[in-house]
């Protein structure tokens, strides 16, 4: 059994988190979140203003999971940059989901949403933690091929 | 006179960013980014996909500058977390812009938009560097009490 690489260990973070955020489970994804009287967290949901510090960034998943009745994120372009104890990571999240269940039982409608995020990692001795996400909605057009764009 | 303390020194490297944007200075702006065969930096514009590597990046920034008469950022909550030789940088950017001017000859139209940023800097012998830059539309209400909206 071979040890993993700082880059398989950051990725294999990186998964867990969105893992925890399908599940619903909140102390897990709690606990995946950097912890520290001088690690000051931050935390950009789509659309939202920055919110900063455990409590506020705990809450606002506390509030997203209770409005979310299911979530599955199908990531994409991952890209993972490691600089000593700190770890980059770069990644589309293709995202299903639906909120509650109308009055009538039913699940509500599935929306299709394409989000962009950068996630960053702290090597802690618990492994790696997240120091910061920030998703965004991607509004433009992906051609993959800005440079067509280019005026000539 | 004292010495800058490592999160004055990385403030003041976020202010230079935002200053070269203003000026449309694409020399400085790209001294401002990480340089190094290991180091893949990243960059989301507001409601853009990433864009990964220098070459990417700078060429978004070209074209972002040849498409802007003038743009104007007022930075505020501007929050600041060093660990080591990283630092995380939060801050709304209040800007003020506009497109190339008209055939006419007059300046386009003055556009303000709010965006929020997640800024990741890396200290380097020349200086702190950046690393990621990550933009997003501000889309929701900001009423600073998110807590109000939490279902009762």
Chains 1, 2 share one sequence.
Not at 19 to 41: C, K, N, Q, V, Y
Not at 53 to 59: A, F, I, N, T, Y
Request: proline share 5%.
């Amino acid at each position: 059994m071979t040890a993993l690489t700082d880059q398989e260990q950051v990725e294999q973070a990186n998964t867990t988190f969105y893992e925890a955020m399908e599940r619903g489970d909140l102390d897990a994804l709690s606990g995946l979140w950097l912890e520290g009287e001088h690690d000051e967290i931050s935390c950009v949901h789509p659309g939202w203003p920055v919110l900063t510090g455990r409590g506020d960034v705990l809450r606002s998943y506390a509030l997203i999971m209770a409005n979310t009745e299911y979530i599955q994120f199908f990531l994409t372009d991952v890209t993972v940059s490691v600089a000593e104890d700190t770890a980059l990571v770069t990644c589309t999240e293709n995202i299903l989901s639906g909120g509650p269940a109308e009055e009538s039982g039913e699940l509500g409608p599935l929306v299709g949403q394409l989000v962009v995020a950068t996630n960053v990692f702290r090597r802690t001795p618990e492994g790696w933690k997240l120091w910061s996400h920030h998703g965004s909605p991607v509004l433009t057009e992906t051609d993959e091929e800005p440079d067509d764009e280019t005026p000539a």
